[in-house]
């Protein structure tokens, strides 16, 4: 088991910046990738970025690409999402997860745990 927690929601107003965290513990040693997700209200659950644990590569939706910065601390088991040029359309519940296997979550099927969220609201 892996236990996730993220931190660092909130309001911010549009063109703003956040930064979110994802404190991981349990059977750390078992995660090779993590990845970031999102859920509007009304919407499904959508992938946001993801980081192989390992070697450090990343992958972005495009509607976050140069905007959202992930990253992780490997001594800290710690996963971060840097958010730049907020957009309302950004407002959702934030969550972290781990992958089931080697490759980055890029659907919630390749998901083995979840943080319990925590929401960013984007005022325009």
């Not at 890029?106 to 745990?113: I, L, N």
């Amino acid at each position: 088991q892996v236990q996730l927690v993220e931190s660092g929601g909130g309001l911010v107003q549009a063109g703003g910046s956040m930064r979110l965290s994802c404190a991981a513990s349990g059977r750390t040693f078992s995660m090779y990738a993590m990845g970031w997700f999102r859920q509007a209200p009304g919407k499904e659950r959508e992938f946001v970025a993801g980081i192989n644990w390992v070697d450090g590569s990343t992958y972005y939706a495009d509607p976050v690409k140069g905007r959202f910065t992930i990253s992780r601390d490997n001594a800290k088991n710690t996963l971060y999402l840097q958010m730049n040029s907020l957009k309302a359309e950004d407002t959702a519940v934030y969550h972290c997860a781990t992958s089931r296997d080697r490759t980055v979550p890029t659907s919630m099927y390749k998901v083995a745990f979840w943080g319990q969220g925590t929401q960013v609201t984007v005022s325009s």
